[in-house]
């Protein structure tokens, strides 16, 4: 029997989470609802740009941070 498709665990935000194996960040944003178009995240205190979320594959252990814009005035 092989643990290939055992999920993984991250923390978000400081909340641990588990996911399945293989997915990117665009998935788990996805996943959380997230607004695409409104937030920024960090994987392991390094940000990642937008264009590379669908080839970001999260890993166990990874640590991800997500920052929604805020209007102000």
Sequence with gaps: ?????ADIQISVNDKPM???????LSALLIQLEMPL???AVAVNDDI????QWDSTLLSSGDRIAL???IAGG
């Design 67 to 69: 920052f929604q814009a």
């Design 48 to 51: 990642v740009p937008r264009h």
């Design 37 to 39: 178009q409104a937030t």
């Design 18 to 24: 588990s996911c399945s194996p293989m997915l990117n």
């Design 1 to 5: 029997m092989t643990t290939d498709n």
